[in-house]
């Protein structure tokens, strides 16, 4: 009888020791990440902008007055002439088309968010996919998918992304899937694989082949959690590219945007105050310093993450 | 290895017109053609404007188009220019490209140099506050905004401090009785430049191979002599003040560029370093009680050099593409703003053009990272 009230009690207990381990690997895997320090820095300059872009709908509502202070088409009528320098309302100074600076940074943080989320989402499905299925068959499908990706990665990014939006009219969205697609195709899915070609070799996949799993029940139950570390950790670079490329190619003008921080140097510089950076330090400083710092921080926690995930770099 | 080079080169073939298909689709994408752009114009009536498309083959269907350019490519032409309109592609593009190679190979070896040195060096202070400030201050380089940095340079440099003029190939008042052409003087400073590091490589493969003593002094000593030389030869040609003026405006941009890349390189040498060093033979080496600094620079480094070469030959074919923002605000023209003023101007043929050749060159860095990686690591064959 005690062989038959095993497997029934043992149900629950599996999915709690899964919890146990689970919450154990993360509280491991937080303190060496705690270690790191460099990503901590990067976190700390994620979760500020974080705070930014969550609070400028809350301000809009409540402090701000949505004819002076919306990012597009408020206009500080309190200040004489514009652009206007820092001031007690304006703490950001205001844009040469008097619109509040602070505002517009707070604004296209949200986007920015978006944009860096959305492309390491595509780019990460894409990839995980392809490099799972890539290792897992083998063989033909294997060589027409790493061909594609070489191809994918001889692709100039910037150079296509220009060609792209200066020929054809390419929004925030859209921006976002392009970035996705290539990156997802091509480095995404070439490391992707080399990993996943470690995890098709192990006996559970053997296994699970015996007891009679199906390819799709193999490559998504089995070897693509397995990624997931490698993964997450190819979003953060995914993200720093992605808002990288948005502020080039809306600095040039070249994108179908109505606020970003890429916009609003290229507004800067329409308005020719780009060279003069003592005086109106407040029009390019606020929005380029965004951009890298946001950039940095994501790459920081990359790095940072690369030191937990590839154990040829833990400490010895 | 010949039987792998073969093979190689026919993928590289395959991959290099499957570039082409993709490339040209996108950029053919957009609607309307060249013709487009006189639309608006009241002196060209709509017959002269039909004229115009079927005198570029513009009113056929587009993969008709797209056999002809296949067939053009690969007898070596490029069409033509539609906004340089007499002058070729291939013509445009002889003309820019070498002006991106300088600037852009300039730039990788003084990076590549700093990148490694540091490299080297955070690697071994692992934890260090060294290794902290040096990583961040890296990372914010490698992914500062790069147009701003470029500007910041432009006015710290340039524009306050005045040492280095702003921007542009050359200074157009100086060289506007020059009895040479820029892109004569330019061929020949290249040359010059080849010259030179030729003859150091020589010289230090030399001396490290014969293990001779006060090997640093002959290195040293020959390049100072080389230089000497070279500088005394552009002296007498009576046309250095106009080579000098394009180095001039070389100066910022290589600076910029140096300082936004070295990172790259010198994350990825910490990394290589890391794991090298936790192999078997730099324990040996520590415990036969080599000086600490032997260990890293003769053991570890030297080991740990492979995939940073990898990554140094890719980001010299990748400099087209990095060239773009760079050249576009030092208004250097090179290859990445002949791009981007193609492809504003629906100058289409250049835009291909241009991307067909990053993409030989791109093809041509990995055959070269595969030959060169025969001769690094000597436990791989072909």
Known sequence: MAVDVAPQSA???????????????????????????????????????????????????????????????????DETRQPAPPSRNHLLGTDPLGRDVLSQLMH???????????????????GTTVGAVAAYYGGIIDTILMRFADLMVMMPGISILIVLSALIGVEHFELALIIGILSGFGGASILLKSQALSVVVKPYIDAARAAGGGPLHIIFIHIV?????????????????????????????????????????????AAGYLLQVGAYWWLIFPASLSITLLCTSFYLVGRAMDEIVNPRLRRL | MARYLISRTLQILLTLFAFICIVYFIVNAQPGDISNVYAMNPELPPDARERLQSQFGLNEPLWKQFLVYVRNVFTGSFGVSFSFYPRTVADVIAERLPRTVALF????????????????????????????????????L????????????????????????????????????????????????MLTALALSIIVFVVFVITTRLRIGGARLIQLGSIVVSIGIMLGAWRLTGHGHLAWDIVKHM??????????????????????????????????????????????????????????????????????????????????PGMGQTLVSAAVAEDLPLAVGAFVFVGIFVLLAHLAVDVIYVFLDPRIRY
């Open chain 2, 142 to 189: 490698y992914t500062v905004f790069t147009p701003w940095f470029a500007l910041m340079m432009i006015w710290l440099f340039a524009f306050k401090a005045g040492w280095f003029p702003i921007g542009k190939f050359l200074d157009p008042v100086l060289w506007r009785d020059a009895p040479i052409e820029a892109n004569t003087l330019f061929g020949r400073m």
């Open chain 2, 251 to 332: 100066v910022l941009p290589v600076f910029t560029l140096t300082l936004i890349s070295f990172a790259g390189t010198m994350l990825l040498t910490r990394n290589s370093m890391l794991e090298t060093m936790r192999e078997d033979f730099v324990l040996a080496a520590r415990a036969k009680g080599l000086p600490e600094k032997a260990v890293r620079d003769k053991h570890v480094a030297r080991n740990a050099l492979l995939p940073v070469v990898t990554s140094l030959v890719f980001s010299l074919a990748f400099a087209v593409d990095g060239g773009v923002i760079i050249e576009s605000v030092f208004s250097w």
């Open chain 1, 11 to 77: 149900a629950p207990s599996i999915r709690k020791v899964r919890l146990t381990l689970f919450m154990r690997s993360l509280r491991e895997n937080w303190s060496l990440f705690l270690g790191t320090r460099i990503g901590v820095i990067g976190l700390v300059i994620i979760i500020f902008y974080l705070v930014l872009a969550l609070a400028h709908p809350i301000l809009m509502n409540t402090v701000w007055e949505e004819r002076v202070y919306d990012p597009v088409v408020g206009y500080a009528f």
């Open chain 1, 108 to 126: 296209s943080a949200r986007t920015e968010f978006l944009l860096g989320l959305l492309a390491a989402v595509v780019t990460v499905t894409i």
């Open chain 1, 225 to 269: 959690p397995n990624l997931l570390p490698l993964s997450f950790l190819y979003m953060m670079f995914t993200v720093t590219g992605a808002i990288f490329s948005e502020a080039i190619l809306s600095f040039l003008g070249l994108l179908d945007v109505r606020m970003s921080w890429g916009l609003m140097i290229h507004t800067t510089e």
């Open chain 2, 105 to 140: 190979f300039t730039a990788t070896v003084f990076s590549f140099y700093l990148g490694f040195l540091l490299g080297k060096i955070i690697a071994w202070k692992r934890g260090g506050w060294t290794e902290y400030a040096t990583t961040i201050g890296g990372v914010t």
